[in-house]
């Protein structure tokens, strides 16, 4: 049997952390997505456009609250 490992707003926040974003410590997947958002406005977050990609093409492996925030906040970067 294959166990697939969804990625959840604890993988999200954390992929977002090792790409220099600032993030609290606490923040749910809206509020890291706008954080996101805002930092590679303002200085352009190196990597953070592939990983972007990288989720669009992993949709199904993404739970649904993630994918929401992507399609809202980053899926134009």
């Excluded at 790409?19 to 996101?36: F, H, K, N, S, V």
């Amino acid at each position: 049997m294959m166990i697939i490992d969804l990625v959840d707003e604890d993988d999200f926040r954390q992929q977002l952390i090792l790409l220099g974003i600032e993030l609290p410590a606490d923040a749910d997947p809206e509020t890291c997505a706008r954080l996101a958002q805002a930092q590679h406005q303002q200085t352009p977050v190196e990597g953070l456009a592939q990983l972007v990609s990288e989720w669009q093409q992993q949709r199904d492996l993404m739970q649904p609250e993630v994918r929401q925030v992507i399609d809202t906040y980053l899926q134009d970067l």
